[in-house]
């Protein structure tokens, strides 16, 4: 029997709320409905008093989640979209992220933004966030690619004595699936070799490393052989084994569904520049969505992000460089 993303991160909240009588989830329509998506379906029913439904105010909830969490709590917020988090934004990044280091109280709660786009969802429904919270210190920044990650790294979200932001990408929900949930897993903060390569390392992280596999299985038909690195975390960010694949390359290309102003990819490619530049045989490559809000008819949607074509294009590029 298999088990898709969505039903990895409802499982796994069932664990946390089973395992710990701390642990609540807050959000709206999570309780009644089961969310937006249904991530927490049949939850409040098994665990009566502890899946609530919020007013509809992002601001409200988060707050109300730091003060809950001072008194011993662990909270799971769920945000219906990424996008909406920004409402929030000032409780999660001046109170949430800041309380450990001016009161020594940590701040153990865990945000989830159902990020990226879908066909047909338009601006408001398809951002991705997560370049923006990793420039705060405080915050965790999870960005699970698989449904191992999206099981394990929620549970530890959920342990963490750190406020997580964790990213699950929308388009994974039910287009992604694994034949069981894994009992052990890599750490947060510790990336993932996806594919082995010699000839050209792709980083990527979340839906965009299907992207990256993608294009790797083409060009391996043609005898190129892509590395691809699944950062998993981008807050913390695993560079050394990022260094280690490059300098085994020669070549990099970073691959982010988000924008490309000063976003993971960014980061990343500066990153190698300074600290791994004897490596590098061409130029480090990025591509990113382009630069515009994401377009609501879904064949611009497809044109306006990045694609395994796309990356097969850009790494024939360089290649030969």
């Given at each position: ?7 990895a991160i409802r499982e796994a909240q069932a664990v946390a709320l089973r395992s710990d009588p701390r642990v609540y ?23 009566p008093g502890r899946v609530l439904d919020s007013p509809i105010s992002e601001d409200a909830m988060v707050g109300s ?257």
């Amino acid at each position: 029997m298999s088990v898709t993303y969505l039903e990895a991160i409802r499982e796994a909240q069932a664990v946390a709320l089973r395992s710990d009588p701390r642990v609540y989830i807050y959000g709206q329509d999570i309780a009644r409905h089961g969310g937006a998506f249904k991530a927490t379906r049949d939850l409040a029913r098994l665990f009566p008093g502890r899946v609530l439904d919020s007013p509809i105010s992002e601001d409200a909830m988060v707050g109300s989640a730091v003060g809950a969490e001072i008194e011993g709590m662990r909270p799971i917020v769920e945000m219906q979209f990424a996008d909406f988090s920004s409402v929030g934004f000032n409780q999660i990044v001046n109170q949430a992220a800041t309380l450990y280091w001016r009161t020594g109280v940590p701040c153990p709660i865990t945000i989830r933004l159902p990020s990226g786009g879908n066909p047909g969802s338009g601006p408001f429904h398809s951002q991705n966030l997560e370049a923006i919270y990793s420039h705060f210190p405080g915050l965790v920044v999870m960005t699970p690619a698989t449904v191992e990650d999206a099981y394990s790294m929620l549970l530890e979200a959920v342990r963490l004595d750190d406020p997580v932001i964790y990213c699950e990408h929308k388009f994974l929900y039910n287009r992604l699936k694994a034949d069981s949930l894994p009992e052990n897993n890599l750490p947060t903060g510790q990336a993932r070799v996806a594919r082995s390569g010699r000839d050209v390392t792709v980083v990527a992280y979340s839906a965009m490393v299907h992207e990256a596999l993608a294009a790797a299985n083409k060009l391996a038909q043609e005898g190129l052989e892509v590395e691809v690195i699944d950062l998993r975390s981008v807050k913390p960010l695993d560079l050394d084994t990022v260094l280690a694949s490059v300098a085994r390359t020669g070549r990099l290309l970073c691959v982010a569904e988000a924008w490309p102003w000063g976003g993971v990819n960014a980061e990343v490619v500066a990153r190698v520049a300074a600290e791994g530049f004897e490596f590098l045989d061409a130029p480090p490559l990025r591509i990113n969505s382009i630069d515009t809000p994401a377009p609501y008819n879904p064949k611009l949607w497809a044109a306006h992000k990045p694609s395994s074509e796309l990356i097969v294009r850009k790494l024939r590029e360089l290649i030969v460089w």
